[in-house]
């Protein structure tokens, strides 16, 4: 029950992307004197920032092969490399949005720039609650082991985890990509 009411949780959030996206889509002509977003954008570190976060999904996989053979010290190996690359991630969001707001691009501007912090923020606002989440499950593991209620978290934070770097594909996609494209 505890995977079924958190998959529902997560359509919810489905939905609330959703409206994020349409509104970024719908305010990205609203630059109100700006540059262009291949101007604002710097697709390579955008790339590596991504790099991060997709691998980071690829090393909790290993989490979870490890917490199936009931291997807890490689559970807590992967999860540490995996909460490294999501604050590595992080930080890089952090030094972009410092990056833009110090040029002048910040989220007052115009309506597409508040549409593009708001979404782009969102998602490391749900990165950053993943982080916090992984540091709890860590300290849980160690103190209880992988027993029931740990593994269920860690596939529910797995589930979540997973469900953030296919937003992010779309963010990646949609805000940088297309924007790169003119």
């Given at each position: 029950?505890?995977?079924?009411?958190?998959?529902?949780?997560?359509?919810?959030?489905?939905?609330?992307?959703?409206?994020?996206?349409?509104?970024?889509?719908?305010?990205?002509?609203?630059?109100?004197?700006?540059?262009?977003?291949?101007?604002?954008?710097?697709?390579?570190?955008?790339?590596?920032?991504?790099?991060?976060?997709?691998v980071s999904s690829?090393?909790?996989?290993?989490?979870?092969?490890?917490?199936?053979?009931?291997?807890?010290?490689?559970?807590?190996?992967?999860?540490?490399?995996?909460?490294?690359?999501?604050?590595?991630?992080?930080?890089?969001?952090?030094?972009?949005?410092?990056?833009?707001?110090a040029e002048g691009?910040?989220?007052?501007?115009?309506?597409?720039?508040?549409?593009?912090?708001?979404?782009?923020?969102?998602h490391g606002a749900?990165?950053?609650?993943?982080?916090?989440?992984?540091?709890?499950?860590?300290?849980?593991?160690?103190?209880?082991?992988?027993?029931?209620?740990?593994?269920?978290?860690?596939?529910?934070?797995?589930?979540?985890?997973?469900?953030?770097?296919?937003?992010?594909?779309?963010?990646?996609?949609?805000?940088?990509?297309?924007?790169?494209?003119?």
């Amino acid at each position: 029950m505890t995977v079924l009411g958190f998959w529902i949780y997560l359509m919810s959030d489905c939905i609330v992307f959703a409206s994020l996206f349409a509104a970024y889509v719908t305010l990205s002509g609203s630059m109100s004197g700006n540059p262009g977003n291949a101007e604002m954008f710097d697709l390579p570190y955008v790339a590596m920032e991504t790099g991060c976060l997709l691998v980071s999904s690829f090393t909790y996989g290993l989490a979870i092969l490890a917490m199936q053979k009931g291997r807890s010290d490689l559970v807590m190996r992967w999860l540490g490399v995996t909460f490294l690359l999501g604050l590595t991630f992080i930080a890089m969001e952090v030094n972009e949005f410092h990056h833009m707001i110090a040029e002048g691009m910040g989220p007052g501007e115009n309506a597409f720039l508040s549409s593009f912090f708001t979404l782009v923020g969102t998602h490391g606002a749900h990165v950053t609650a993943g982080l916090i989440w992984m540091i709890v499950l860590m300290a849980q593991v160690t103190q209880w082991g992988l027993n029931e209620v740990t593994r269920t978290r860690l596939m529910c934070l797995s589930l979540f985890w997973h469900f953030l770097d296919i937003i992010w594909i779309g963010v990646f996609t949609v805000v940088y990509l297309r924007g790169a494209m003119g």
